[in-house]
């Protein structure tokens, strides 16, 4: 007589049938969908539904303002190419937020260098608008320094997370290097905000990945006499500062968006009445957090700037005990590159910066620039991107900055540990 066999959970279940050794598709979206982090997509999404709103009482502004004796813009007009431009926007979020890291690098690589080479004919094929050649028409019109930023920011993690193969390698020279290059460049079009911008995330993305401090220290030096230059010799950034300063016609622009911000008070003139933003320029784009301001209140205002403190805190909490140098020094660009350009715009609105020209990210009107974003934010989800099965001890972020969970002296030795949770 056989002896009865042991009960194992699963043992009659027939194994998942994978065609080719490879997974299918609708496996693949679960295990994106259990990787992901879905608290940071979900202040992602909330930021762009509240971005609509802002958009839709923005726009009767902007559109009475392009309208002309010939042809009269619909008060919504810009709402709803705002939807259209949105919805494209989320299919290429989702699209990049499905590569793995490794794709997310060579994506990265990739477009940094088709970027930069069509910055080089900006300046001869470019188009001009409001004294500034930033804008390339290729059946689109779109800014090649848009799309640069994510592609940057995943290019410099890349070039830095080098230092891990060999710490001999001069990765502090090649990075600053891609940075004199790409800062050239803009100031070809002129574009001192986005140079600041990405001196920024540089700056960032260096300290975090352990450079010399004295070699640090150089090259702040040097960039902060190429600074001091440019005020000379750049004709609009010295106007800028100066107007901002003394009074002129862009500080004009940013007084009446700072009125414009506070005129509704706390709780706002309520949707559809406002007035002052009537007077802006650029409503829609640069100037929306006022009209977000004079319309919603200065509650709303407060409302928006804690949510992009909460997506870039949930990054940070993500990156705390990463274990992959490259997915840190990504994620951490990213994430600097999304909250630096949209405290620089709420810095303008609230007179409290120059006019810099940025949209603020995820509320503003744009067409390409929206994309832009997104993609920004896909790829942020696809470095972020981690089995939750998985517990790491490895010196991360938490560690760099002391509050990791690996053991200190350990960490010097960059050890790594994964234990599988049953």
Known sequence: MNAPQPFVPGAKRKPAHIPGGKLSRWSQIKIWWREIDRVL???????MALGTIAVAAASPASANRLSTSAETLDPLYFFWRHLIWQVIALGVLVGASLLTRENAR?????LAGGMIGLMFLVPFIGVEINGARRWINLGMQFQPSEF???AFAITLAWILSWRMRDPNLPVLTIATGVLVLIAALLMLQPNLGGTILFGGVWFVMVVLSGV???KLGAVIGGALAALTATYFLYDNARHRIDSFFGGGTAFDQVDLASRTLVAGGWTGAGYGLGIRKMSLPEAHTDYIFSVIGEEFGLIACAVIVCLYLAIIVRVLMRLVDEEDLFALLAGTGLVALLGGQAFINILVNLQL????GMTLPLVSYGGSSTIAI???VGLLVAVTRRNPYLKTTTRGLGDLLGIGQGDGMNANKARSTREIHQ
């Open 148 to 150: 640069l930023k994510p």
């Open 353 to 356: 910066f120059p006019s810099k």
């Open 374 to 376: 997104c993609l920004t």
């Open 41 to 47: 997509l979900g202040l992602v999404l909330l930021v």
């Open 212 to 214: 010399e401090v004295k």
């Open 106 to 110: 060579r994506l990265g690589v990739l």
